[in-house]
């Protein structure tokens, strides 16, 4: 029994072993194709801050901003960097295909001892080769830090269930788990309330359990966290003037269903719609009868539907990539089921093991297996997408293929021409400066849609946009006042398709006809006025 236990364990170290090659090979390979979104230009400008100061930062005009939010982001972005001297796509990135490889073994150690070797090789399959999983492994914000720490907590919510008195060591490693998670999104605060259910339904029978001192130790700490947060985070925001509103003013679940926006059915359609799920969302929703026969399946499965129906109903500011935190979960649970359902089918054919009924029976499951993995990974299956309500009705996460703003190409044709004394109008001031070096003096907002900062320090004070400062231009007006003092004008149209929901369609029409197109790449347009 024990050589075979051992046998086992051989071969499961093995097959990881290839699995994080495969992980790994996905996520590594093109890290540097996509120039960085506007996202994530933002979260490693404040790398400089923690390399200069210790915390992360950005220098807004003439005032320190400290990051209010994704706090410890910034720091795992900085390490690479620390040992290769230079800030660039490769090292700002790298810690996220650290984390989602990290995930996948997480995946792999869960299935493996609850659900067997079967069921783990199918989830990390499934989890190492899905476009979604892929794009933001590759991505440098919060998703896949998020998600490690998500499915790490998670993992010891579940040993503390097991334990009849929780110990202190395990209910402080919970608290630990859960901060990180906190503190890389605050959208993460929601497993709490889902927690606090899966708790009452797995311990429904002693209900004394949930009061256990170590487990109250835990709870105050958790709550010392919240509150802390929250406190901090008006604090860094209440000496700054602001005008507009944003996803940063949201710090406590609200009802959605009391506000004309609520769509309780956005993250079924984009998640379930997404053509790589449209098939495993069948096999999760089918399977819902391995749900009600395997109580460590129920665990994973409810984690997911019930964060699904929290974050529709709580979460006012609605976007498709907020479930990824709870992908593995997912995961998981589908390739718990298709393991089981193999199985089974198995079973059944072992009462008549013709070398016919075998054959067809290997087949069928092959053939099950190979569809299963191709249909998640677009570069196999391109099929039509239901759920496609990404930001202007595109989504950049559910094709491997599809190109997102070309900040870097714009930026680098910038860089390469501007002469001294010309100037800069963008409309991504991080990228810009990321990219070129320049420090773009204004930005061009005569809609009020994203918000803007009044710097009051200054002799003659302007309003200045939220990302490094530059000053407002704030209606059409004002446009043609700097062009009449100025002999050459470069404007950073990225992304270009956006621009009508912070520029009037006057505006718009005033720049395509007076403004010359230097370089032009996918949503991106460097514009050059000259007198």
């Known amino acids: 029994m024990l050589a075979k236990a051992m046998k086992n364990n051989y071969l499961a170290m093995a097959l990881l072993f290839v699995l994080v090659v495969l992980c790994a090979y996905f996520r590594v390979s093109g890290l540097e194709l996509r120039p960085l979104s506007i996202d994530e230009a933002t979260i490693v400008s404040f790398i400089q801050g923690v390399v200069a100061k210790g915390y992360p930062y950005v220098v807004v005009s003439t005032m320190e901003v400290p990051l209010a939010t994704y706090e410890l982001i910034?720091?795992?972005?900085?390490?690479?960097?620390?040992?290769?001297?230079?800030?660039?796509?490769?090292?700002v990135r790298l810690p996220s295909v650290i984390f989602s490889v990290g995930t996948m073994i997480m995946i792999f150690m869960i299935c493996f001892r609850q659900f067997g070797l079967f069921s783990a090789v199918i989830?990390?399959?499934?989890?190492?080769?899905?476009?979604?999983?892929?794009?933001?492994?590759?991505?440098?914000?919060?998703?896949?830090?998020?998600?490690?720490f998500t499915l790490l907590t998670v993992v010891l919510i579940q040993r503390l269930l097991s334990q009849n008195e929780p110990t202190l060591k395990l209910s402080l490693a919970v608290w630990l788990s859960f901060t990180f998670t906190y503190l890389s999104w605050e959208g993460s605060g929601f497993l709490l309330p889902v927690a606090a259910v899966i708790v009452l339904y797995f311990k429904r029978d002693n209900l004394l359990w949930i009061f256990n001192r170590n487990l109250l130790v835990m709870y105050a700490l958790v709550i010392l966290t919240l509150v802390w947060q929250g406190v901090r985070r008006i604090m860094l925001q209440e000496p700054h003037l602001m005008l507009g509103s944003g996803k940063g003013d949201i710090s406590l679940p609200q009802l959605g269903f009391l506000n004309d926006s609520w769509d309780p059915l956005f993250y079924l359609i984009n998640f379930f719609g997404m053509e790589t799920h449209l098939l495993v969302g069948l096999v999760f929703v089918v399977g819902f009868y391995y749900f009600l026969r395997l109580e460590a399946l129920r665990y994973f499965y409810l984690f997911f539907i019930l964060t699904v129906l929290f974050l529709s109903n709580f979460l006012l500011f609605y976007n498709a990539h907020y479930l990824y935190?709870?992908?593995?979960?997912?995961?998981?649970?589908?390739?718990?089921?298709?393991?089981?359902?193999?199985?089974?089918?198995?079973?059944?054919?072992?009462?008549?093991?013709?070398?016919?009924?075998?054959?067809?029976?290997l087949f069928a499951s092959a053939f099950f297996l190979?569809?299963?993995?191709?249909?998640?990974?677009?570069?196999?299956?391109?099929?039509?997408?239901?759920?496609?309500?990404?930001?202007?009705?595109?989504?950049?996460d559910y094709r491997n293929d599809l190109a997102q703003p070309d900040y870097r190409t714009v930026t680098e044709a910038l860089d390469k021409n501007i002469r001294a004394g010309d100037v800069v109008i963008s409309m991504a001031p991080m990228p810009t400066r990321l990219y070129s070096g320049i420090?773009?003096?204004?930005?061009?907002?005569?809609?009020?849609?994203?918000?803007?900062?009044?710097?009051n320090n200054l002799v003659t004070p302007f309003y200045r946009d939220k990302f490094i400062g530059s000053v407002v231009l704030r209606n059409f007006d004002e446009l043609k006042d700097l062009l009449a003092s100025n002999e050459r004008v470069w404007f950073v149209a990225a992304p270009y398709q956006s621009m009508p929901t912070v520029i009037d369609a006057?505006?718009?029409?005033?720049?395509?006809?007076?403004?010359?197109?230097?370089?032009?790449?996918?949503?991106?347009?460097?514009?050059?006025?000259?007198?």
């Open 325 to 361: 935190f709870i992908y593995p979960f997912f995961i998981i649970s589908v390739g718990v089921i298709i393991s089981n359902a193999v199985q089974d089918g198995y079973s059944i054919l072992k009462r008549d093991m013709s070398p016919i009924t075998l054959g067809i029976g």
């Open 123 to 148: 989830s990390c399959v499934l989890y190492s080769t899905s476009t979604w999983a892929i794009y933001w492994g590759q991505n440098a914000f919060h998703p896949a830090p998020t998600q490690f």
């Open 74 to 91: 910034p720091y795992f972005l900085t390490i690479p960097s620390l040992f290769t001297g230079e800030v660039t796509e490769f090292t």
């Open 439 to 455: 420090t773009s003096d204004y930005f061009l907002q005569t809609i009020t849609d994203r918000k803007i900062v009044y710097d």
């Open 506 to 531: 006057d505006t718009v029409e005033f720049i395509d006809s007076n403004f010359r197109v230097i370089k032009e790449s996918y949503d991106a347009r460097l514009y050059l006025w000259t007198r």
């Open 370 to 396: 190979l569809t299963v993995f191709a249909s998640i990974n677009s570069n196999f299956v391109q099929a039509y997408s239901i759920g496609n309500q990404g930001y202007l009705g595109v989504r950049l």
